[in-house]
């Protein structure tokens, strides 16, 4: 019999605390519990983590003329949303009743129905914005399942549990690499519906202008629509000022032309949302190496 993975006791400790302060979260009730993460990743966990230090190197990189307090308040106001977001995707029971109430809106919505009774897949590109799982929360309220292309977590054991809050959001969640991008692959030949983000670092992609720095990108999402004639439509769920509920907006589909003028539509799209709201993009990423 084949051994198993090594034990890896560093990254099981993590997980161990890491679970133990979600147990702990989801004691509180729903509205404590959100603002109460945010407030802990923001001062204590992304300080701690390096998350901080990274946010305000990204925002120093991309806006060097901006007061030094700006970035500060937007590095924080990040911190927050990622907390927020994190403890609201393993809360799935109350955060997919929640986001069953909201109506989506925008141009895309008629696209999108339409393309899906025609039998046409459907590709919606999301960021890292907000809390991207509430999109598709909504839309599934709305009858719309959406499976997705996730990256798995180098912790094996974070992994696990973070799968299943996946899972819990709606399906099919497929790890990236072969089997899962042939699974992928799959449901788009179907008339499936796929979200796919866009504004995570491609080791492999191409040099895009974000936020007026080049950025490896995967082309990969604007080639897929291509080949499988998928409408390639943006959408973002947009926390609102009382940290809680959401809007979720589906743009305009995206034109087609070659896979590079589409990826560049699409980060368009998602410099508007951080120019209107930059505190929402999550700015502990290493976008740029």
């Not at 970035?71 to 990040?78: F, K, L, S, V, W």
């Not at 929360?137 to 809050?165: D, E, W």
């Not at 990826?263 to 990423?285: D, K, M, N, Y």
Request: aromatic share 10%; with cysteine.
């Amino acid at each position: 019999m084949p051994a198993g993975p090594a034990f890896q006791p560093a990254e099981f400790a993590l997980n161990i605390a890491f679970r133990g302060l979600i147990r702990a979260a989801l004691l509180l009730p729903y509205r404590w519990r959100v603002p109460a993460m945010g407030w802990l990743m923001a001062r204590v966990i992304g300080p701690l983590a390096g998350y901080r230090r990274r946010a305000l190197q990204n925002l120093a990189l991309v806006w060097p003329e901006m007061p030094m307090d700006q970035r500060e308040r937007i590095a924080t106001q990040a911190l927050d949303n990622v907390g927020r977001a994190l403890i609201e995707n393993y809360s799935s029971g109350p955060f997919k009743a929640r986001m069953a109430q909201v109506t989506p809106r925008g141009p895309g919505l008629a696209a999108l129905q339409a393309a899906r009774a025609a039998g046409r897949p459907v590709l919606l590109l999301t960021a890292h914005f907000g809390n991207y799982e509430a999109a598709r929360a909504c839309l599934l309220g709305q009858g719309v399942p959406v499976g997705a292309l996730y990256r798995p977590m180098s912790n094996p054991y974070f992994n696990a549990h973070y799968i299943k809050t996946l899972n819990a959001m709606g399906g099919p969640n497929l790890p990236k690499g072969r089997l899962g991008l042939a699974g992928f692959v799959r449901q788009l030949k179907t008339g499936g519906t796929m979200a796919l983000f866009f504004d995570l670092h491609a080791a492999d992609g191409t040099p895009v202008s974000f936020l007026g720095k080049p950025a490896l990108t995967a082309l990969s999402a604007a080639q897929l629509a291509l080949r499988y004639d998928a409408a390639m439509i943006p959408v973002y769920a947009t926390r609102r000022a009382d940290g809680l509920h959401f809007d979720v907006d589906v743009e305009e589909p995206i034109a087609q032309g070659s896979a590079l003028e589409m990826t560049e539509a699409v980060t368009r799209s998602l410099e508007a949302r951080i120019a209107q709201a930059p505190g929402q993009w999550f700015w502990i990423h290493r976008r740029w190496k």
